[in-house]
């Protein structure tokens, strides 16, 4: 009678073992070396600005997607701008700030370029105005170059 037990279990792990393996399926070859499918806008993690420029001149105005860490977008300098923006930042500082009220400015103009940039930036979000009506705008404007343009002297 022992041996009859023993001999049944052995039938049935045996026979699940073969059921089991029945159930495997065979996967193509061609299934496992596709390539995932293209990044999208959407999908791109880390930092993501959009910059609009406007009344630039010579083919600078337009609007940029910049993403950082990894770097990309449809930027002219992505990697430049992205360098420069990870040199000015300073912990406790927002790179983007206003120039602060009762700021003494030359009163010198730089032309009527203005600028918009929104997104998220050190996993905070940004929406900052930049324009060149006078020395402290200029100046700021100038700190975030290759992010905006180069204006020149």
């Known amino acids: 009678m022992l041996q009859s037990a023993r001999l049944a279990r052995l039938l049935v792990l045996g026979a699940s073992t073969l059921v089991a393996a029945g159930s495997v399926t065979a996967v193509p070859a061609s299934a496992h070396t596709r390539t995932p499918p ?86 905070r979000p940004v929406d900052a105005r930049y324009d060149r009506s006078d020395g402290c705008q200029i100046g700021r404007w100038d700190r975030l170059v290759p992010v905006l343009p180069d204006m020149g002297r």
């Open 38 to 123: 293209p990044v999208r806008d959407d999908d791109q993690v880390g930092d993501h600005l959009t910059v609009t420029v406007r009344n630039a001149g010579g083919g600078r105005d337009g609007t940029f997607e910049l993403y950082c860490h990894p770097g990309g977008g449809t930027h002219p300098d992505a990697g430049s701008a992205c360098a420069a923006l990870d040199r000015g930042a300073r912990w406790g500082k927002d790179t983007f700030a206003p120039v602060p009220e009762r700021s003494l400015c030359t009163m010198q103009y730089g032309g009527p370029a203005t600028a918009h940039v929104t997104g998220t930036w050190a996993g």
